[in-house]
């Protein structure tokens, strides 16, 4: 375990811990201070990935943009934090560990207040990315300093009270930011950070100074650094303005989606070849951990991509309004929070391929069950597949972790987590942006089906046009909804069936055995 412990470590830009004296050990009330600052962080940094999504129709209307449009604030968030979580060794390596987890979570407060004051939608965007930029180091770093300043009797503890927040912060942000939009205005959902952030950084930094990591001078791979932002920001830009632009009809998308090819063959070429990479891509020579991350890429996507248009459709076309949206996505994670521990056992004496394709398979049955919702559905019948689909979360995420981790070497450990993580993060970006897209896309397909239908010697004169268009228009975002998650429950189909192809791991009760 010290082994382990030290290698990654190395990995993570951190000194291994045989190579230097170790500060006091916090005890008592100063270290449950300590403990929660650092996971008030990782909450802050997950919070923030969802605690917008209820409040994108407040800020399209006040910055006068469509609601698609409004999705790039989450899309641009994603894609920024997913270009500095690569970046995170490095910089602790440089500077030290306790540095860059503060000023990160400094620039995080101040980004959070300019979103906050953000006039215009570009404003609001750019502030996000630089939000984004600043949350990347913070998750891994919140955890590498937890772990530090515990013994290792209580690292099983810390470590469960660290993922606690991945899974809790998915399930307030909707309902604090549906609330909030709803009853003080959107711009106190990113305000909410600052206080958080400022006595984090004050308090914190007086606690965990004395952890400070030695810095080590490190060259920095500044093609691969480029050449990465070059081609995951061609990527998006395109997702995002190519609804705008008619998509491939119009040479600037086409020009983007080449941009996009070349970036990023010309980066895998680069980082495979490079002798200090800013992403370690040999790491995908392990079977198990490519077919992990393809799988997680395609779950994850579906997923985040239809947690941003679920609460869209309800606030554009149900009626409800940012806090009862928020409160239909929280039922999510109530049961989720509850199955984390009991499956967090089961991994070890199950096979987790099991377990994963148990998970898909239910999470593709709840998302199949909203491929025949109608527009005058209750809130429980909205509801209840919500909870369901929250208890099958954890049997597909933690034992996918295994999967993923569980055959590497020691020393390829923090690398794996950080592709994994990196990964996931950019599904998440591209899919909101390309289901947004194609929603909008549907419904106009719909809405000229349904149009083509009307015979109006049937309807008689009385039937109001407005009324009509209005009832239309329902039906065809009815109908591209429904649609859209028949896709999304086939894609888990096929994941589930996809994970098969990697090999039972070597040692399931202890990620990155590799066999040991």
């Known amino acids: 375990m010290n082994d382990l412990t030290d290698e990654a470590a190395m990995d993570a830009g951190v000194e291994p ?3 230097r004296r170790e500060p006091e050990q916090l005890t008592g009330i100063v270290l449950l201070m300590a403990g929660f600052f650092l996971a008030m962080a990782n909450f802050m940094a997950v919070l923030d990935t969802t605690i917008a999504n209820v409040a994108l129709p407040h800020i399209a209307g006040t910055m006068a943009a469509s609601p698609n449009e409004g999705t790039s604030v989450i899309t641009f968030f994603a894609v920024a934090e997913a270009i500095t979580i690569p970046l995170t060794g490095w910089l602790a390596a440089r500077f030290g560990t306790v540095k860059v987890f503060f000023v990160s979570m400094a620039s995080f407060g101040i980004c959070s207040a300019l979103c906050g004051i953000a006039q215009s939608l570009q404003m609001l965007i750019l502030f996000r990315v630089l939000q984004g930029l600043a ?18 009797a209580q690292r099983a503890m810390a470590t469960a009270l660290w993922a606690m927040t991945v899974i809790v912060a998915p399930l307030i942000g909707p309902l604090l930011g549906g609330w909030i939009a709803d009853n003080i205005g959107w711009p106190w959902a990113f305000y909410i950070n600052v206080p958080v952030a400022a006595v984090s950084v004050i308090v914190g930094w007086r606690l965990l100074a004395p952890f400070e990591t030695p810095a080590v001078k490190r060259g920095v791979d500044v093609v691969g650094l480029i050449l990465l932002i070059f081609w995951v920001g061609s990527l998006q830009t395109m997702l995002d303005i190519g609804k705008t632009h008619d998509w491939f009809a119009s040479p600037l998308i086409v020009g983007l989606l080449l941009a996009t090819i070349v970036g990023f063959v010309a980066f895998c070429i680069w980082e495979w070849t490079d002798e200090h990479p800013i992403v370690d891509l040999k790491v995908f020579k392990n079977i198990s951990l490519s077919i992990a991350t393809a799988t997680m890429a395609l779950v994850f996507g579906v997923y985040f991509g239809s947690v941003v248009i679920i609460p869209l459709w309800l606030q554009t076309n149900l009626g409800y309004t940012a806090t009862w949206a928020g409160n239909v996505m929280a039922f999510n994670g109530a049961l989720a929070v509850f199955a984390a521990p009991i499956i967090g056992r089961l991994v070890t004496r199950v096979d987790p391929r099991i377990l994963i394709s148990i998970g898909l398979s239910g999470i593709g049955t709840m998302l199949m069950t909203r491929a025949f919702f109608t527009p005058n559905m209750t809130f429980m019948q909205l ?4 909870l369901i689909q929250g208890a099958f979360m954890p049997l597909f995420f933690l034992p996918m972790m295994t999967v993923a981790l569980g ?7 923090a690398n794996g987590a950080a592709m994994i993580t990196f990964v996931r993060t950019m599904a998440g970006a ?27 010697e049937a309807l008689g004169r009385n039937v109001s046009p407005s009324l009509l268009s209005n009832l239309v228009q329902g039906q065809a975002v009815m109908l591209a909804t429904n649609h859209m998650f028949f896709i999304v429950a086939i894609s888990m189909a096929f994941a589930a069936a996809g994970i098969w192809l990697a090999p039972k791991p070597q040692a399931m009760g202890s990620m990155g055995g590799g066999g040991h």
């Open 383 to 386: 509801a209840i597949p919500q």
């Open 407 to 413: 055959s590497l070497a020691p020393k390829d450990l």
């Open 430 to 456: 591209i899919s909101a942006s390309l289901m947004a897209s194609y929603w909008e896309h549907a419904t106009i397909v719909s809405r000229v089906d349904l149009v083509g239908n009307i015979h109006p």
């Open 135 to 152: 949350a990347g180091p913070m998750m891994p770093l919140s955890q590498a300093l937890l772990l530090r300043i515990v013994t290792p």
């Open 17 to 19: 811990v045989a190579s």
